[in-house]
């Protein structure tokens, strides 16, 4: 009997928190170069993929439109764009999407993983992910 119980349980705590992180949610990034927050970024899945917004722009963010960025996004605000977008989950990882920087313009391949419920680990790449850097977002609460 104790067995069946301990089974159970496993099987109901493996779909409570096994299953339960995801990368949907608030996230704040940080800047690179001096640590600062700058912005909440919303990650979201629209048909099967995974997208990103800046939704809010916080005290250490240096610019707020994208004016280094090309076609549509040329001058367009940084609240309400997308910079993460056709993310593809596989595994424990997300990939195969696109990321923007808005202080460059520059678009880069993409590569997403958590690491713990609350710490997101995000790489943005050109060719492999070796050439490329990364950040870590974290969950707004």
Not at 93 to 107: C, M, Q, R
Not at 123 to 129: N, P
Request: charged letters at 30%.
């Amino acid at each position: 009997m104790s067995k069946v119980l301990f089974s159970l349980f496993l099987v109901f705590y493996t779909i409570q928190f096994g299953f339960s992180q995801t990368i949907t949610g608030i996230w704040k990034n940080l800047d690179d170069v001096d640590g600062k927050e700058k912005s909440h970024i919303q990650i979201y899945e629209e048909n099967g993929k995974i997208r990103a917004k800046v939704i809010k722009l916080l005290a250490g963010a240096t610019i707020t439109k994208c004016n280094e960025c090309s076609g549509a996004n040329k001058g367009r605000d940084i609240v309400g764009m997308d910079i993460v977008w056709d993310m593809e989950k596989n595994g424990s990882e997300y990939d195969d999407g696109t990321i923007l920087d808005p202080k460059t313009g520059k678009e880069y391949s993409c590569l997403m993983k958590l690491e713990g419920n609350d710490k997101l680990k995000v790489r943005g790449y050109i060719g492999v992910s070796i050439l490329g850097r990364t950040q870590y977002w974290y969950r707004v609460k």
